[in-house]
C-alpha cells in the first residue's frame, strides 16, 4: 500500500515540476555523493542567494517523493495523507499559472540503494551543474561494493549537463569521464583551495582556478569538510557568473547545520566540535583531523557506531580505532555494539584511554566529570543506537543551545528516550 501511494504521488509530482520547467527559465543546481550532501547545497544556497533568487530546502528532503515540493515550496505530508496531497496538488496547480519566482533551484539527491539516482530523471530533465561531494563507503548493506556505490553516485554525471566532483573524496578510478571539473584542497583540480590557515576561530586561505588566485577569503569552519562545501558554492557560484566580491560576501553567511561541524560552548570553558547528524569512516577520519591539528590542554573524542557499513563494518570500525592518538586524545568514549567491540579494542590497543558506553546519556555524564579546563571534545556517531547529540547535551555551558542540536523534536526525544529507557 505504501509503494502504491508513494507511485501516485510521485507520478502527480513528477507531472507538475516538468510543466514547471518547460514553462520557467530557471536553472537547477543538484548535490548528491556519499557525504556532505546537506552541507554543500545548503552552502551553495546561501552563496547564490547574494546575486540569484534561489529556492532550496533547509532539511534533508532528497528523495524522489521530497525532492519535487521544494520547487513548489512544499511541506511533506504522511503518504497516508490524502487530503493533505490534495491540496498540495492543487496548490502547484495554482502556482504553475504564475510566474516562477526564483532564478535558481538548488537541491539534493540522495541514494540509499542501486538504481534511485537514475529516477530523478524523470522529472529532472535539465540539470545545469551537478555536484559530487564523496564517493565512500555508504549503506553498504544494500551495496555489494566500493564498485556499485561509485556506479550509484556518478550517475549525476548522466542527469547534469556539467558535474562538479570533489577530487579529494572520489577515487581517481571513479572519476566520470566528459562534462567534469573538479575541486579541491589537497590535490590539485580546476577549482583549489590553497595556503589554509586554521585558528580556532575559523580558517583563512586562497581560491585559485588553472593555478591562478582569483581571491582570498576567510571563514568560520575549522574542519576540511565544511570547507569542502564552501569550495563548492565558490565553484558553483563561478560557473553560474557571480561576480567575486558577491562570492566573498555570500561565505559569510554559511553557517554549520546542526550536528554537522558545528562548534559550541562546553562546560568549563570547553569547546565541542558537533558533528552528530551522521557518521561514516571518512567523515569520522575529518573530525580526528580537524581534533588533532586545535591545540588545547585536554582533547576528547565521542565515538559512536557507523551504521550501515554491512560487511565493512568491523573493518571500519577497527580502522578508526588505530586512528585513535593517545598523544592527541587523553579519552575515548564510545557508543554503540560496534564501536564498542571493535573500535574501543583497536583504541585501546594504540595505549588510548578508553570508556565504552550503550547509551549516549551515561556517556555524556560521564565525559561531564572528567573535562579539563579549556578542554576540546569532538562528537560523531550515526543516529539509530547512537544519537550522540544527547551526549553533547550534557556538555552544554548554556542549555538553550540544546536547540542547536540535531534531532530536538518531541518526536525524536520520544524514541530517544524509549529506545534508552531515560526518563
Known amino acids: 500500500m505504501k509503494r502504491f501511494a508513494r507511485a501516485i504521488v510521485v507520478a502527480i509530482l513528477g507531472w507538475q515540476v516538468r510543466r514547471l520547467q518547460k514553462k520557467d527559465g530557471y536553472k537547477i543546481v543538484a548535490v548528491s555523493g556519499s557525504v556532505g550532501k546537506t552541507s554543500t547545497k545548503l552552502a551553495i544556497a546561501k552563496v547564490l542567494s ?36 490534495l491540496a498540495i496538488f492543487i496548490s502547484n496547480e495554482i502556482k504553475l499559472w504564475q510566474k516562477y519566482p526564483y532564478d535558481v533551484v538548488v537541491l539534493e539527491l540522495g541514494s540509499d540503494a542501486p538504481g534511485q539516482l537514475a529516477q530523478f530523471k524523470k ?25 556499485a556505490v561509485a556506479r550509484e553516485e556518478t ?51 586562497d581560491i585559485e582556478t588553472g593555478g591562478t588566485k582569483i581571491f582570498s577569503a576567510q571563514h568560520e569552519a575549522i574542519a576540511e569538510p565544511l570547507l569542502y562545501a564552501v569550495l563548492a558554492a565558490i565553484a558553483v557560484a563561478k560557473k553560474l557568473g557571480m561576480p567575486d566580491t558577491e562570492i566573498q560576501a555570500g561565505l559569510a553567511d554559511i553557517t554549520p547545520a546542526p550536528g554537522r561541524l558545528q562548534v559550541l560552548n562546553g562546560i568549563n570553558g570547553a569547546t565541542i566540535i558537533d558533528d552528530t547528524y551522521n557518521a561514516s569512516p571518512e567523515a569520522v577520519k ?84 572528567m573535562l579539563k579546563p579549556s578542554a576540546f571534545v569532538l562528537a560523531k556517531g550515526s543516529q539509530n543506537g547512537v544519537f550522540a547529540e544527547e551526549a553533547v547535551k550534557q556538555l552544554l555551558a548554556n542549555a538553550l543551545d540544546g536547540a542547536k542540536l540535531v534531532r530536538q523534536s518531541k518526536q525524536w526525544l520520544r524514541i530517544k528516550h524509549k529506545a534508552f529507557n531515560h526518563s
Not at 584542497?185 to 575559523?202: C, H, P, R, W
Not at 550501515?308 to 571500519?316: I, V
Not at 585513535?324 to 560496534?338: A, S
Open 50 to 85: 547574494r546575486h540569484f533568487r534561489v529556492q532550496y530546502q533547509e532539511g534533508n528532503y532528497n528523495d524522489k517523493v521530497s525532492v519535487p515540493l521544494i520547487f513548489f515550496g512544499q511541506t511533506m505530508p504522511s503518504l497516508f495523507n490524502p487530503v493533505a496531497w
Open 123 to 147: 522529472y529532472l530533465g535539465r540539470i545545469e551543474i551537478g555536484v559530487l561531494t564523496a564517493i565512500t563507503p555508504e549503506h553498504m548493506q544494500f551495496f555489494e561494493d566500493m564498485d
Open 155 to 205: 550517475q549525476i554525471a548522466n542527469l547534469a549537463t556539467l558535474t562538479l566532483v570533489n577530487k579529494d573524496m572520489c577515487p581517481p578510478q571513479y572519476l566520470p569521464s566528459g562534462g567534469i571539473l573538479t575541486y579541491a584542497i589537497e590535490q590539485s583540480a580546476d577549482y583549489k583551495m590553497t595556503n589554509l590557515n586554521f585558528d580556532v576561530a575559523g580558517c583563512n586561505f
Open 286 to 369: 575529518a573530525g580526528l583531523k580537524t581534533l588533532y591539528r586545535l591545540n588545547a590542554p585536554q582533547k576528547v573524542a565521542i565515538l559512536g557506531n557507523m551504521n550501515e557499513l554491512g560487511k565493512y563494518s568491523e573493518a571500519a570500525h577497527r580502522e578508526i580505532g588505530e586512528l585513535c592518538d593517545p598523544v592527541q586524545l587523553e579519552l575515548v568514549v564510545t557508543i554503540g555494539p560496534d564501536a564498542n567491540k571493535f573500535l574501543a579494542p583497536a583504541a585501546a590497543a594504540k595505549g588510548c584511554t578508553v570508556k565504552t558506553f550503550d547509551s549516549p546519556y551515561e556517556a555524556g555524564d560521564y565525559v561531564k566529570t
